[in-house]
């Protein structure tokens, strides 16, 4: 069954760096997102992604953040200079069409130290 | 915007018992999609069930089935003959076109053998 990866599971990564969260959604798949979930705490939409832009943002998704399809399958998510607060599982998804659901990866631990 | 809203931020069950999750939400869109998504503690977000505001008809899948009321804006899932395997964070969520899904803050589900 077709499934959403990301990579890597775990990334541990120091204060003021910069991370590149990786997701290669489903091959068909034309949307795609990035949510995010602090440690306990409900799931939180960052970005949605059609036709090679961004076609919504949350408040959350500021200057820091940016998203790239480079290459047709891969899509990541960029976080520069994080910050403690960033520490969170970051969820990539994909749906084929504006009405079925979104199929998440497994998500990638980001820890911030 | 579009807000869900989940009041209970755990139940229990009793295994083989029933147990019904609570959500509501808040849209001014007559075309809407709605989602159960189940996250263990492997931290993947797992469908579980899906509803289209313009079907009448509850969604159910196998043990799992919704109460879909959309004068009062409600979504609640009943989940029947509750097993240990059913133990896991439950989210609601809202999804409109190809906009990013909204999620609950979600109900952590405690199953008693």
């Known amino acids: 069954e077709p499934e959403v990866t990301q990579t890597p599971s775990h990334q541990v990564t120091q204060m003021g760096q910069e991370v590149i969260l990786r997701c290669v959604p489903i091959?068909?798949?034309?949307?795609f997102y990035w949510y995010r979930q602090i440690l306990g705490q409900k799931v939180e939409f960052l970005v949605s992604?059609?036709?090679?832009?961004?076609?919504?943002k949350s408040e959350i998704f500021d200057d820091q953040f940016s998203v790239e399809r480079p290459d047709g399958s891969n899509f990541t998510l960029k976080i520069r200079s994080t910050k403690l607060e960033d520490s969170a599982m970051y969820f990539c998804a994909s749906r084929d069409r504006e009405d079925t659901e979104a199929f998440f990866g497994q998500g990638t631990r980001l820890t911030v130290v | 915007a579009q807000t869900v809203t989940q009041s209970q931020p755990e139940m229990s069950v009793q295994e083989a018992e029933t147990v019904t999750l609570s959500c509501t939400y808040d849209?001014?869109?007559?075309?809407?999609?709605l989602f159960w998504y189940k996250q263990p503690p492997s931290r993947q977000m797992i469908l579980v069930i899906r509803q289209e505001a313009y079907k009448q008809q509850n969604a159910t899948e196998n043990r799992f089935s919704v109460n879909f009321q959309k004068a009062v804006k409600s979504f609640s899932l009943k989940i029947s003959d509750s097993q240990l395997g059913d133990a896991a964070m439950y989210f609601c969520a809202y999804g409109y076109n190809n906009n990013d899904m909204r999620f609950g803050a979600g109900t952590r589900l405690t199953v008693k053998p």
């Open positions: 849209t001014s869109e007559s075309d809407y999609y």
């Open positions: 992604f059609y036709n090679n832009e961004i076609s919504e």
């Open positions: 091959s068909n798949h034309l949307y």
